[in-house]
Nanobody, 120 residues
Framework: QVQLVESGGGLVQAGGSLRLSCAASGRTFSTYAMGWFRQAPGKEREFVACIVPSGVNTYYANSVKGRFTISRDNAKNTVYLQMNSLKPEDTAVYYC?????????????WGQGTQVTVSS
């Protein structure tokens, strides 16, 4: 069982930055692929980024490539999402996800979400 708790969301102006964190419980964190998804109002949840257990490989949605960076610290059981050059269209609830399969086609574990709002 893996429990995920996100933090770091908030309100930021367009062009600004935020860093999201996701703390995971359990001793097997380093064996899971971790990632981020987001859901904007009235839209379906969409993939944002994924990082494999070792941290060597990462995957990004085209819409965030070059602006967002996913990383992980296995010693701290935490995955991060550094978001730069934020746009109003990045406004969404961001969810942390985990599974044994990358790039998380059907994540088994989800966090409760954290709101990110980008003002124009």
């Amino acid at each position: 069982q893996v429990q995920l708790v996100e933090s770091g969301g908030g309100l930021v102006q367009a062009g600004g930055s935020l860093r999201l964190s996701c703390a995971a419980s359990g001793r097997t964190f380093s064996t899971y692929a971790m990632g981020w998804f987001r859901q904007a109002p009235g839209k379906e949840r969409e993939f944002v980024a994924c990082i494999v257990p070792s941290g060597v490989n990462t995957y990004y949605a085209n819409s965030v490539k070059g602006r967002f960076t996913i990383s992980r610290d296995n010693a701290k059981n935490t995955v991060y999402l550094q978001m730069n050059s934020l746009k109003p269209e990045d406004t969404a609830v961001y969810y942390c996800a985990a599974d044994t399969v990358a790039p998380l086609p059907y994540p088994h574990y989800w966090g409760q979400g954290t709101q990110v709002t980008v003002s124009s």
